[in-house]
């Protein structure tokens, strides 16, 4: 006989999937006439850009405006899925110890796989604290990684987002923990529909995309932000 042991307990996440698109047209005797790939560089500047949008939503969206749910915007919520945050002690600054403070604030599971987020500003900042032995905080990666990471912050790697936000009052620079729990959902991928029949003499590409992203859990995540 066994008795029963405890389970964990699970709730719906919806997301919803918000839509991207790009409608740009040429004439034809420019595609005709062009020296280069018209048709290339447009397809090229379009995924940029969309790649550009979905950073921005994916970091501070707020789920309206036809934005996805931001990493961010789950700072401070209530639930299974709220990010938990440390309070800097300085409005303009961060400080190794703080940074050392948010790995103990998760769960050793989540610790173990834990990254830290910050964009290039913070990221420069951090790479000027040191420790208790003047040593630098941050080691630089000695070879290209397949996951961004550009280094670590007290053994723990780091990613870059120019997206999240720089040092300042009230202000979230730093995310860490497990990346993973935040979940992209990529309903339908990048497609391309050309059109020469609309419009007489122009071809038009129809380009969209449909994406949506949420927290699944929260615990494994916490912020730094700014007094």
Known sequence: ERTATNSASFADVEMTAHELY???????????????????????????????????????????????EGITHFIGATGSQGIKSVAAGDAAAITADELLKLQVEIPTAGRASGRYMMNSTTLFAAMTLKNGQGDYIFRPATQASSDGVLGTIWGRGVVENPEMADIGTGESPVLFGKLSDFYVYDRIGMTIVQDLVTTPSRKRWYVRKRVGSSVLTGQNLVALINA
């Open 22 to 68: 790009a409608l740009p047209s040429c004439t034809l005797a420019f595609l005709e006439d062009s020296l280069g790939s018209v048709e290339n560089f447009l397809v090229n500047t379009i995924s940029e850009a969309f790649s550009i949008a979905e950073n921005q939503g994916f970091t501070n969206g707020d789920g309206t405006a036809n934005t996805p």
